[in-house]
T-cell receptor, first 120, second 111 residues
Framework: GAVVSQHPSWVICKSGTSVKIECRSL??????MFWYRQFPKQSLMLMATSNEGSKATYEQGVEKDKFLINHASLTLSTLTVTSAHPEDSSFYIC????????????????FGPGTRLTVL | SQQGEEDPQALSIQEGENATMNCSYK?????LQWYRQNSGRGLVHLIL?????REKHSGRLRVTLDTSKKSSSLLITASRAADTASYFCATGGDSSYKLIFGSGTRLLVRP
């Protein structure tokens, strides 16, 4: 149980285009999802917290107008990188917290497999 | 913000040896978790230790937590080549359930 998927797994786009990444909780409902970015050989940096039915909370230094987050349902959050540039090339990972008591109380996030974005 | 530091940054050992990774953090925490990441892949949750616990075991993994020193260690015993991966500690501190990740240790287990 507690599987999180991401789509696409990789994407290559031209500079200036927008890219949408989906994060889905497959077998549980997630009121809260998190988006991380990871540059090569570095750690995960939290970008934003996505809450179902409300606006996302962005970490300091993350441009909310550039990284649009929509958490429209209890199983889906999307991250749209608008007007992507080569410096946005990175590995984007989402995670989800479930409504289930065990997941919630343990603060265990379930991570998606990641999306590798390459902007040419 | 990234609050955890891990050492060593990289560790190379022979199969069968033990691997120890250390994590230090800066603020008070509710719990500390360890994750594994194979190259270019997502994260796999290994173990969670709460702030009122001092040691926890799971298979070949042993985690210790010293809240007075704000540090934790992950010990992998009898390592295998398949343990080759990056290992991250992550701290959870408040009701927001946000996790702050450490810098990671890249472990190479040589066959």
């Amino acid at each position: 149980g507690a599987v999180v998927s991401q789509h696409p797994s990789w994407v290559i786009c031209k500079s200036g285009t927008s890219v949408k990444i989906e994060c889905r909780s497959l077998d549980f409902q997630a009121t809260t999802m998190f988006w991380y970015r990871q540059f090569p050989k570095q750690s995960l940096m939290l970008m934003a917290t996505s809450n179902e039915g409300s606006k996302a909370t962005y970490e300091q230094g993350v441009e909310k107008d550039k990284f649009l987050i929509n958490h429209a349902s209890l199983t889906l959050s999307t991250l749209t990188v608008t007007s992507a540039h080569p410096e946005d090339s990175s590995f984007y990972i989402c995670s989800a917290l479930g409504l289930a008591g065990e997941v919630w109380s343990n603060n265990e996030q379930f991570f998606g497999p990641g999306t590798r974005l390459t902007v040419l | 913000s990234q609050q955890g530091e891990e050492d060593p940054q990289a560790l190379s050992i022979q199969e069968g040896e033990n691997a120890t990774m250390n994590c230090s953090y800066k603020t008070s925490i509710n719990n500390l978790q360890w994750y594994r990441q194979n190259s270019g892949r997502g994260l796999v949750h290994l173990i969670l230790i709460r702030s009122n616990e001092r040691e926890k075991h799971s298979g070949r993994l042993r985690v210790t937590l010293d809240t007075s020193k704000k540090s934790s260690s992950l010990l992998i015993t009898a390592s295998r080549a398949a343990d080759t991966a990056s290992y991250f500690c992550a701290t959870g501190g408040d009701s927001s359930y946000k996790l702050i990740f450490g810098s990671g240790t890249r472990l190479l287990v040589r066959p």
